[in-house]
């Protein structure tokens, strides 16, 4: 299974992106779903997850901005992103969980998120 992220890009503080992490096989098969990011000489860090149930987790820092969703039908999973400040900038990395003992975890390549002040 292959996880492909798009939809990262160049944006002035304050306007909004929507990043994409398409799987090439079905998502169900995730206990879940998340997003990470890694700036430049930081740590990669949880920025938001989602559970097959629905359970949602949000890093404090984006909490109130960021919005993690997934269509189970497109094998997708989003990350609205808004009001976004040049913090915020980094690399995001979309991440396939299995269930404990299943596997290994499955993440993308990376889409490069370039906030502007």
């Known amino acids: 299974v292959e996880l492909v992220e798009s939809g990262g890009g160049l944006v002035h503080s304050g306007g909004s992106l929507k990043l994409s992490c398409t799987s090439s096989?079905?998502?169900?098969?995730?206990?879940?779903m998340g997003w990470y990011r890694q700036a430049p000489g930081k740590q990669r860090e949880l920025v938001a997850r989602i559970t097959e149930g629905g359970t949602l987790s949000y890093a404090d820092s984006v909490k109130g901005r960021f919005t993690i969703s997934r269509d189970n039908a497109k094998n997708t999973v989003s990350l609205q992103m808004n009001s976004l400040k040049p913090e915020d900038t980094a690399v995001y990395y979309c991440?396939?969980?299995?269930?404990?003992?299943?596997?290994?975890?499955?993440w993308g390549q990376g889409t490069q998120v370039t906030v502007s002040s």
């Open positions: 096989g079905n998502i169900l098969n995730f206990f879940a």
């Open positions: 991440l396939g969980q299995p269930r404990p003992g299943l596997g290994l975890n499955t």
